[in-house]
């Protein structure tokens, strides 16, 4: 069974302040994303690697930088955090050929 | 620009009845379409998904329709059970191994 683990359930910051989120998966998937959720707006996705060290831009990249040194860790870098920041923050891989993407238990990050 | 839809933010429908999510779409190079159930704290978890050379795919209690020239699809919980109040996000991409784009998401409350 696919395990995505994200480092931290609930993370708070201040506002300026450089914020690391981590997703680290335990197979050799290669596709791994990063989404934000809020409230009347979905699931949007800011980042997505289809290998080590390679990144796409999602909709939503602006203040946001990634991170894949290792095929099983992903990470996500608020490089200067704000308030707008705050929400739910979801990892992904996507498994074998036609398989869906599965998901980590999200962060909850709150920016004061 | 909202490609992928859903127009009822919430859905209220009693124990034993018949639930029905509604999905719609605009961008017709999509082609392959998920549903996902979410719980407050947790990451969503795949449901049932289909592809356009299907309408209609069911896996037990859960049917998904495809009405591809209406660029609409629909979730059918039967019969609804308390555990099923979440919040469902439809999905969609081009292909099955593509990154996905994502409803606004339907909190569904069963009513005991």
């Known amino acids: 069974d696919v395990k995505v683990t994200q480092s931290s359930r609930y993370l708070v910051k201040r506002t300026g302040e450089k914020v690391f989120l981590e997703c680290v998966q335990d197979?050799?998937?290669?596709?791994m994303f990063w989404y934000r959720q809020d409230p009347g707006l979905g699931l949007r996705l800011i980042y997505f690697s289809y290998d080590v060290k390679m990144k796409e831009k999602g909709d939503i990249p602006e203040g946001y930088s990634v991170s894949r040194e290792k095929k099983e860790r992903f990470s996500l870098i608020l490089e200067s955090a704000s308030t707008n920041q705050t929400s739910m923050y979801l990892c992904a891989i996507l498994g074998d050929s036609n398989q869906p993407q599965h998901f980590g238990d999200g962060t909850r990050l709150s920016i004061l | 620009d909202q490609q992928v839809k859903q127009n009822s933010p919430s859905l209220s429908v009693q124990e034993g009845r018949i639930s029905i999510l509604n999905c719609d779409y605009t961008?017709?190079?999509?082609?392959?379409f998920l549903w996902y159930k979410k719980y407050p704290a947790e990451g969503p978890t795949f449901l049932i998904s289909i592809s356009s050379i299907k309408d209609k795919n069911e896996d037990g209690r859960f049917t998904v329709f495809l009405n591809k020239s209406a660029k609409h699809l629909s979730l059918h919980i039967v019969p609804s059970q308390p555990g099923d109040s979440a919040v469902y996000f439809c999905?969609?991409?081009?292909?099955?191994?593509?990154?996905?784009?994502f409803g606004t998401g339907t909190r569904l409350t069963i009513i005991p």
């Open positions: 961008n017709s190079m999509f082609d392959y």
């Open positions: 999905a969609a991409s081009a292909f099955p191994n593509e990154k996905l784009t």
């Open positions: 197979m050799d998937h290669e596709n």
